[in-house]
């Protein structure tokens, strides 16, 4: 019994784990894209260089 409760444990932590990799992924490759885009756009170039001077 103590041990199948240790396994279940397990596997919820180890599927919560997956969980939070897989959206630090989405969310790291999501921010790059969006970093990307904005430094194309010459006005979001100008406020990036403002904001960074103050």
Do not use: D
């Not at 599927?15 to 979001?44: D, H, M, R």
């Amino acid at each position: 019994m103590g041990f199948n409760l240790t396994f279940h444990l397990s596997y919820k932590f180890r599927l919560l784990l997956l969980l939070t990799l897989c959206l630090t992924v989405v969310g790291w490759a999501t921010s790059n894209y969006f970093v990307g885009a904005i430094q194309e756009i010459p006005k979001a170039k100008e406020f990036m260089a403002n904001f960074h001077k103050t």
